[in-house]
């Protein structure tokens, strides 16, 4: 990624849940998204994987804090809408 700028830094994370009530039942999507880009550097000592170099709204996911971070993780947004059906 050395030299890149702007828009070529930019990435989406996607998670997809699949729910099903019965095996005769076709599986229910829940799909969850994050938008960010890739930091300059790794910044931050919290999380795991690629929360050092993902960058959402000025803050890496491993500065920003479990709480934080759960409430905009592509993770968190596809397990809240399975959550919402169930409910």
């Not at 998204?33 to 491993?62: C, H, L, Q």
């Amino acid at each position: 990624m050395a030299g890149k700028k702007g828009a070529e830094r930019r990435v989406t994370f996607k998670t997809v849940v699949a729910f099903c009530d019965s095996p005769e039942m076709s599986p229910i999507l829940f799909v969850g998204t994050v938008e960010g880009k890739i930091a300059d550097a790794m910044r931050g000592e919290g999380g795991f994987g690629f929360d050092p170099i993902f960058e959402y709204e000025g803050a890496t996911f491993a500065e920003m804090g479990t709480e934080a971070k759960n409430k905009v993780s592509h993770r968190s947004r596809a397990f809240r809408k399975l959550l919402d059906y169930l409910s």
